[in-house]
């Protein structure tokens, strides 16, 4: 159970509280079980007469009741304590981990899932750790503790109480190991059914200009009802096996009065310790209802452990080199025969060679799914070459500390997420001390600083999850502005003019002009005017370079580029002869 | 137009965030309760079984008693009188047993199918809600109302089931303590009594740090949710060890807010400790002075086990009390999204639009997100069937709201827009949706097979629609060359697909859906070069015949356009063709010129 032993190493990481805590719930039970040994004793005293001693009773009963209160609250109290810290810790390491791990990890992790592991699954920990484990002591002690008090006082009864529980839970046992099984798998179902609703909500305006609402719906009942169904199944074999283990507990309770009325008969016991077997009895049954109760958080926790800890233990291929240096890059990069693959089959990056002197330019350009975006994923470390190797200014970027690297290499991605944040947060969000004046400074090259300041807070307006409130271009922008505040010597600008309207993207592309200056940099673009500008150009096709080189000697090459070059560029031309004659 | 009704609109489409806001316990326990109606011949069956079930419960130690009553009134060695009275305690063990079943498996049934129509009827409406709403609210947000509350509310309506046993249970208890001593139960039940202020006191004391234990985890959970979403930027930007230090400060307010509603859930427990105890002790004395009838170890017996089984209840009840709470906060969440009116709503006499010619017109229409920040002013349009429309202005002039009115993801402010004389308003939202079809900005695929995907809910469509549909946008050939074609599945985000790869998939839902009116939001951004000119030589036949609506970048797209449309500041300032918008040396102008020859002068 490596699964177990970690969980309980997480725990014992506040080994004092554990300690306390354990304490505390072993002493709880000492005066509960107490009570019944009380109540015999006051029956003896009630059929001897021996009223005196009565009132001794009475007093350590209440003795026992305020130690039971006492004691009871803060073990109840502490052990909630223990878990809360252990999962609190756990969600911790949890997201720490995802910080760093790479996106060929996200490429794979459904949202969805990964959500639901650092909320249910850790919430089943915390439970396990503190109801399961904590209590599970108390519940211990409350089965061994009248079971040593019972033989002391009758061995022969004491024997029937004993083996007949351990008997009852023995069965217990048995079909609370079934129902784990059963409920994983029901949680499984729950976690694909949240998975689906996260989706569509996430998808929402695709939802409703469909008009798929109602299909939405329907689909989710389906899983819901599967879902129900399978709850049922697992609940209604809880409730059985519950009802059974209360009726065996009361074939036990009659067998113990029978023997122990036939022994009351023949004088070997009094009528007060009988009196303590039933109550100690009913204490028993309810421990071992307890015990399996904790059985059951003990399934749910393992298997919402090992969930965990799969991601805590996913290896980060991304390994920084042990004498890793800082970078500081003046912008030579290099690419030496790289070739990547996303999953083992597919190759998306065949022997990709190239240079870049500082301050110089590279276009990138191909067809959908090329292998632009990949090139671009692979110099900041994204992803790691599978052949080949990769320098900035002569250094192997797996020799290089992964902060330093990507301080140095700026990149605006494709996918913009806005975080809900006020715009200046999200501008600021890579830089920890930036000054308003540079966060102005960059939203004004990013074209970006009329809009915010036409808005009613500026600079402090919140923008939502998914930067609802934020057109394409405005996210587009913001996340220009966020890299240019980084000031990286190497700048990568994937599709990122692309969503922006016409007369944006010229705003923007004089800013380009202005920012490009003195960096090193790669522009993804579709649009060839600005492909022209660059120093060097890539032409890909299938993972393959096909054509590099300047502008002017591709056109030479009369090749792909010049291919969709005047695909792309022709209207233009004529409109730009039109528009002189005008 | 930042009229109040607006404003009124916004605080009901906002969920309540705010930390202090009461709970409606009775409203709320009403509303669930209704959503048992549905099964109350199962739920008849499950409280009567129940109540026989309490009766038994109530009878076992009552047996006990008789039987060690019996055992030491009969001295010598008649062990058959004993055995006796032993079988009727096992037999009322046994009723125990069935009774018990029958109760439970019913309830589990039950409690499974309310929670799956609460289930259901959430989603409903998350589904019914508008844009709107979900500018407003996070996913992580409504995500915890749908998962996290639900299933609160699910362990909850078992617990009540429970809870109403032991209820029974201890009403039982008292008539039987009753029945056998009248001093003895009285003073039992006095203790009892002390317990329902207390249970009062701690109610009111306790709700607010459970409630705010509740509120702090929604914002765990949505920190986590963006850590996970927005993971791309944070590692790009290296935001990681901030991240970490804001989320160890949100888990850690968590923390302290769990502990401090735990200090108050378990307040009761000293107090029913301590008095099951003060009154066992008080019997006892009271039993040794000889007041009252009888002196039966067999009554003692039996007033310890009830003692027992009446506080035990009663402490359960309390912790039970507090799930319950806790639950109650939960479904008062839901009832709260439930009474969300969505902006836009379909009038109750709606007609479903009927096949359309295409004509869209917009009259004097305003449009504003948030009151008093207009994003379109008095918009007058009359687009006549099959025209082609661009769509122009710079950044946040308004032309992505202007479709979306169209579209109806929100409704105008005032003007109205009219399909074919139809008032939108007047119309079902799926007739609408039927004949109008957006390419959104951003393209979303489900995880789901292509061909999945570009059917969606269109279910009458069969597979050689949906691969003439691929064909037409040139998707065929690159969806053929996946692993497994058409049935592959695609991830959340799309997998391995690229931008542009996504967007032809979405191109080709829109074509399979042959609209009468076809929107295109900038999307022909993502795409490469030798891709567009597949869609546009596919789009050229696409929108002959269709009224259509181009938001493009490309001045070669809106060029050809039958009309262009150009937006300032929520104004539709300039429209008309090319060639007349170029002669008027207006906005359309400037950004004309500023587009195609700016970037060229420079660069030359």
């Not at chain 1, 490596?2 to 039970?29: D, H, N, W």
């Not at chain 1, 389906?222 to 399978?230: G, H, I, P, Q, T």
């Not at chain 1, 074209?447 to 057109?471: C, K, M, N």
């Not at chain 2, 407003?136 to 429970?162: F, H, K, P």
Request: glycine share 8%.
């Amino acid at each position: 159970m490596p699964t177990l032993i970690r969980l309980v190493k997480y725990a014992l990481t506040q080994r004092a509280l554990v300690i306390v805590t354990a304490v505390v719930m072993v002493a709880s039970i000492v005066p509960r079980v107490a009570l019944p040994r009380l109540v015999g004793d006051a029956v003896d005293a009630l059929l001897t007469q021996g009223r005196d001693s009565l009132v001794l009773i009475a007093g350590l009963m209440v003795a026992a009741g305020v130690a039971r209160a006492v004691l009871g609250y803060l073990g109840l109290y502490l052990a909630e304590r223990v878990g809360r810290v252990t999962e609190y810790r756990l969600r911790n390491d949890f997201v720490d981990k995802l910080q760093w791990l790479n996106f060929g990890f996200f490429d794979r992790q459904k949202t969805g899932d990964l959500m639901s592991r650092a909320t249910v699954d850790i919430d089943a920990v915390d439970s396990f750790i503190s109801t399961g484990v904590m209590h599970g002591i108390a519940y211990l002690m409350l089965f061994f503790l009248p079971v040593v008090v019972m033989l002391s006082l009758n061995w022969q009864l004491g024997l029937i109480a004993f083996v007949g529980s351990l008997m009852i839970s023995g069965y217990g046992v048995s079909l609370a190991v079934r129902l784990f099984r059963i409920y994983t798998h029901v949680f499984q179902e729950t976690g694909r059914m949240n998975t689906a609703l996260q989706e569509s909500l996430t998808g929402i305006r695709t939802v409703k200009v469909l008009g798929a609402q109602d299909y939405e719906q329907r689909r989710y009942r389906e899983r819901a009802s599967a879902v129900a169904a399978s709850f049922i199944r697992a609940d209604r074999l809880a409730v059985t096996r519950d009802a059974t283990l209360n009726f065996l507990y009361a074939a036990l309770m009659a067998t113990i009065l029978l023997v122990g009325g036939w022994q009351v008969q023949r004088g070997v016991i009094t009528a007060g310790t009988l009196a303590t077997f039933v109550l100690f009895l009913v204490m028993l049954g309810g421990s071992i209802r307890g015990l399996e109760w904790r059985v059951r958080l003990f399934s749910t926790a393992m298997a919402a452990g090992k969930r965990i800890f799969e991601v805590l233990d996913t290896r980060n291929p991304l390994v920084v080199a042990e004498n890793a240096r800082e970078l500081s890059a003046t912008g030579h990069v290099e690419f030496d025969s790289v070739s990547f693959a996303y999953t083992d089959d597919v190759p998306a990056l065949h022997d990709v060679s190239f240079g870049l002197r500082p301050g110089q330019s590279a276009a990138i350009v191909g067809g959908s799914g090329s292998g632009k975006s990949t090139i671009a994923h692979l110099l900041p470390r994204f992803y790691d070459a599978s052949a080949g190797r990769i320098t900035i200014d002569g250094v192997d970027v797996r020799d290089v500390t992964l902060e330093s690297l990507r301080r140095s290499v700026g990149i605006v991605m494709q996918d913009v997420f806005v975080f809900s944040a006020t715009i200046r947060d999200n501008i600021a969000y890579g830089v920890d001390d930036a000054s308003m004046e540079d966060v102005i400074r960059a939203a004004r090259a990013a074209q970006l600083h009329d809009f915010i300041e036409s808005l009613p807070d500026g600079y402090d307006t919140w923008v939502g999850e998914r930067g609802a409130t934020l057109s394409g271009g405005q996210r587009q922008r913001l996340a220009i502005a966020r890299t240019l505040l980084l000031s990286p010597p190497i700048l990568i600008l994937d599709d990122s003019t692309s969503s922006v309207d016409v007369a944006t993207e010229a705003l923007i592309q004089q800013a380009m002009v202005q920012v490009l200056r003195g960096r090193t940099s790669f522009v993804i673009a579709h649009r060839l005017s600005t492909v022209r500008r660059a120093d060097l150009i890539l032409v890909l096709d299938q993972g393959r370079i096909v054509e590099q080189g300047a502008h002017d000697d591709l056109m030479r090459l009369d090749g792909y580029y010049r291919r969709i070059h005047d695909l792309q560029l022709r209207p233009a031309d004529e409109l730009r002869g039109f528009s002189a004659d005008a | 137009m930042a009229t109040p009704a607006a404003q009124a609109t916004r605080g009901r489409t906002q969920l309540d965030l705010d930390h202090d806001r009461q709970t409606r316990y009775w409203r709320t326990l009403l509303w669930l309760f209704r959503h048992f109606r549905p099964y109350r011949g199962r739920l008849a069956v499950a409280v009567v079984a129940m109540l026989a079930y309490s009766g038994a419960v109530v009878a076992l130690p009552w047996t006990v008693k008789l039987a060690i009553d019996q055992l030491l009134a009969t001295p010598g060695d008649d062990l058959l009188g004993f055995a006796a009275s032993v079988g009727i305690f096992g037999l009322v063990a046994a009723a125990r047993f069935v009774t018990g079943l029958v109760h439970s498996r019913n309830m589990v049934k039950i409690s499974e199918w309310v929670v799956l129509d609460i289930r259901t009827q959430l989603v409903a409406q998350l589904q019914r809600l508008s844009m709107s709403f979900y500018d407003r609210n996070q996913v992580g947000q409504i995500m915890s109302r749908v998962q996290n509350d639900v299933e609160e509310l699910a362990d909850s309506l078992w617990i009540l089931t429970l809870s109403l046993a032991s209820f029974v249970s201890v009403i039982g208890i008292a008539a039987a303590m009753l029945a056998m001593d009248a001093l003895l139960a009285a003073i039992t039940l006095a203790f009892v009594a002390l317990l329902i202020p207390s249970l009062a006191f701690w109610r009111r004391i306790a709700h607010r740090p459970i409630r705010r234990a509740r509120e702090t985890i929604a914002d765990v959970t949505s920190s986590v949710q963006e850590n996970v979403a927005g993971i791309r930027v944070v590692q790009s930007l290296n935001r990681q060890q901030q991240n970490i230090r804001a989320f160890h400060d949100v888990n850690q307010i968590n923390l302290r807010a769990a502990l401090r509603s735990a200090r108050y859930r378990y307040g009761l427990w000293p107090s029913v400790e301590l008095l099951a105890a003060l009154a066992l002790a008080f019997i006892i004395l009271v039993m040794g002075q000889g007041i009252g009838a009888s002196l039966s170890v067999g009554l003692l017996i039996a007033f310890a086990l009830y003692i027992e089984r009446l506080f035990e209840p009663i402490r359960e009840l309390t912790g039970e009390f507090g799930q319950l709470t806790r639950s109650l906060v939960a479904a008062d969440r839901a009832v709260e999204l439930l009474e969300i009116e969505p902006e836009v709503r379909t009038a109750p006499d709606a007609a479903a639009l009927p096949p359309v010619s295409g004509s869209v017109r917009y009259e004097h229409v305003h449009f504003a997100y948030e009151p008093g920040q207009p994003v379109l002013n008095d918009i007058n349009v009359a687009v006549e069937p099959g025209e082609t429309v661009a769509v122009v202005g710079p950044t946040g002039s308004g032309k992505t709201t202007f479709v979306s009115l169209l579209l109806r993801l929100y409704d105008v402010t005032s003007g109205r827009v009219t399909v074919d004389g139809h008032d939108l308003r007047d119309v079902t939202l799926d007739s609408l949706t039927h004949q109008i079809v957006i390419v959104p900005q951003e393209p979303f695929l489900f995880s789901a097979t292509v061909r999945e995907n570009i059917r969606h809910n269109r279910t009458d469509l069969t597979d050689r629609a949906i691969i003439d549909a691929a064909q037409a946008v040139g998707a065929h050939a690159f969806i053929t060359r996946l692993p497994d074609g058409y049935d592959t599945v695609l991830e959340e985000r799309g997998g391995n697909l690229s931008v542009g790869q996504r967007q032809l998939i979405n191109f080709a839902r829109a074509v399979a859906r042959d609209p009468r009116i076809l929107i295109l939001d900038e999307a022909t951004a993502n795409v490469d070069t030798e891709t567009e000119l597949h869609i546009q030589q596919a789009l050229h036949r696409l929108l002959r015949g269709r009224t259509s609506f181009v938001i493009a970048h490309r001045l070669s797209t809106v060029r050809s356009a039958d009309r262009i449309l150009v937006l300032d500041e929520g104004r539709l300032v300039e429209q008309g063709t090319h060639e007349e918008l170029l002669a008027q040396r207006g906005l359309y102008h400037s950004l004309y010129t500023r587009s195609i020859l700016g970037p060229e002068t420079e660069g030359s």
